[in-house]
């Protein structure tokens, strides 16, 4: 292969309270302007590696979450994205979607105010704020089940609540490890033992794990730690955990419509939600900020036998 012949592929690179997000922006797949559902489907069955090659190492990491910048096919819509990560796609992502927007503000696509942006789960409302923080008003969410005990081998009964809030969560309190950056070993080990017993308890769709305990900053509410799909911890307070939380607080008549939340996570960043009734559901609202740290091109050389990732 000549030089002329490498495939690039331009991204630019941010943190969402320290989550990383890796937008797309020129040199992805071609998959047209059809239905978002069915251009992810067109993605993970014919373009697959593209998601491997630019989430996964050589060129990525486990906690990378890609986006790939997509026409929305709604007139209405400023954008729409389809989330990746090292393992496969995301129907939505909070912090993403707080990255996206700044990504977009940063290259002068949209200003202040609020945009339509088009997911593969529906359409969310993000606002740019003055200070450049961002707001996202997320798809309706809700609790499916409350009080959910499953046996995890080596550590007995563990009790939660199945949660939908753009990803599906298992949410737990935290109790035999700490929420503390020492222990994201540990956690991470409870967690996938936690959701292989909420998987074979009838619950398959689950794949993200968040365990929640007392704050340690005086602004928080409570503290998390979630364990994503491919086996990375979430750097921020994970947006659509988040959106998890306020649907389980909700139903338990914890928290009311319209009053702060702020949620942190394991390494101290902070997202404040919000919610306001959607009949059963409930439609919260995350702020949080992102921060571009990288301008790049990605190279694809076919001849280099880590091309398309380390998977």
């Not at 709604?74 to 996206?100: E, K, P």
């Not at 080990?189 to 365990?211: K, S, T």
């Not at 607080?249 to 009311?256: C, E, F, H, P, S």
């Not at 571009?292 to 990605?298: F, K, P, Q, R, V």
Request: charged fraction near 20%; glycine fraction near 12%; hydrophobic fraction near 35%.
């Amino acid at each position: 292969m000549t030089r002329n012949e490498l495939k690039k592929i331009r991204v630019i690179d941010s943190h969402t309270g320290g989550e990383p997000t890796r937008v797309i922006i020129e040199g992805g797949p071609d998959l047209g302007t059809g239905p978002l559902k069915e251009r992810l489907e067109q993605f993970r069955f014919d373009f697959d590696r593209y998601r491997s090659a630019v989430a996964n190492e050589p060129r990525g990491s486990d906690p990378v979450v890609g986006a790939l910048l997509c026409p929305p096919s709604n007139s209405n819509c400023t954008a729409a994205v389809i989330f990746f990560n090292n393992v496969g796609y995301l129907g939505m992502c909070g912090h993403g979607t707080i990255g996206l927007v700044a990504t977009l503000a940063y290259m002068g696509r949209l200003e202040q105010g609020e945009h339509l942006i088009e997911t593969p789960v529906g359409i969310v409302t993000a606002s740019l704020h003055d200070d450049g923080s961002v707001s996202f008003v997320n798809v309706p969410c809700y609790r499916r089940a409350k009080g959910v005990t499953v046996g995890v081998p080596g550590l007995g009964p563990v009790t939660g609540d199945v949660a939908w809030g753009g990803n599906w969560f298992f949410l737990a309190e935290a109790e035999s490890v700490p929420l503390e950056p020492d222990n994201i070993g540990h956690l991470a080990d409870l967690c996938r033992r936690i959701r292989a017993a909420v998987n074979a308890h009838g619950f398959p769709e689950v794949d993200h794990i968040e365990l929640f305990g007392p704050p340690r900053g005086a602004r928080a509410d409570s503290r998390n730690y979630v364990l994503c799909p491919g086996g990375a911890y979430d750097r921020s307070p994970c947006g659509t955990g988040t959106c998890a939380k306020l649907a389980c607080l909700a139903a338990d008549g914890k928290l009311a419509e319209g009053v702060p939340w702020v949620q942190e996570s394991i390494i101290g960043s902070l997202f404040t939600g919000r919610y306001c009734r959607n009949g059963d559901q409930i439609l919260p609202s995350i702020t949080g900020s992102a921060y571009i740290s990288a301008e790049a091109t990605l190279v694809l050389d076919e001849n280099d036998p880590f091309c398309w990732g380390i998977r």
